[in-house]
């Protein structure tokens, strides 16, 4: 009988070999406790292995292609007049708050004008007893 060391050992080799198992695990559709004792039981050469014995390349293809259904799916159930009520409401926002925006910039551009109190200016230092 093989040590636990060494079957860990054989498991994760067998997992590098396999890269469709760790996406088996990532979309939770199975656990790597039942990957295990599916490996334990059945042994490494059961064609239950053989869909997962793809590369990665392969496998980064067929989530893109699945992205891509997703995305095709989402875009089919859009309702046109949802999202254009939705474009206007934040256009209709955005216009509100270049129009705010605006008001700031005038008041600041006003404000920066000096403001002359009785003829002097505000901050002028004065000369207290010296004609």
């Not at 198992?21 to 199975?30: I, P």
């Not at 980064?60 to 309702?79: C, I």
């Not at 474009?87 to 129009?99: E, F, W, Y």
């Not at 002359?116 to 002028?124: A, I, M, N």
Request: aromatic fraction near 10%; glycine fraction near 4%; hydrophobic fraction near 30%.
């Amino acid at each position: 009988m093989t040590s636990k060391e060494e079957t860990i050992h054989s498991f994760k080799t067998f997992i590098k070999s396999h890269p469709g198992l760790g996406d088996e695990v990532k979309r939770k559709k199975q656990t790597w406790q039942q990957i295990f004792e599916n490996w334990y039981l059945l042994g490494e050469d059961d064609e239950l292995w053989a869909s997962y014995r793809t590369t990665k390349k392969s496998a980064s293809k067929t989530d893109y292609s699945d992205m891509m259904q997703q995305a095709l799916s989402f875009l089919k159930n859009l309702d046109p007049d949802e999202v254009q009520k939705q474009i206007t409401s934040v256009s209709s926002a955005i216009d509100t708050l270049q129009n705010v925006i605006k008001q700031f910039q005038s008041n600041k551009e006003t404000s920066r004008l000096p403001v002359k109190v009785g003829g002097e200016e505000p901050f002028e230092a004065r000369r207290f007893g010296r004609d």
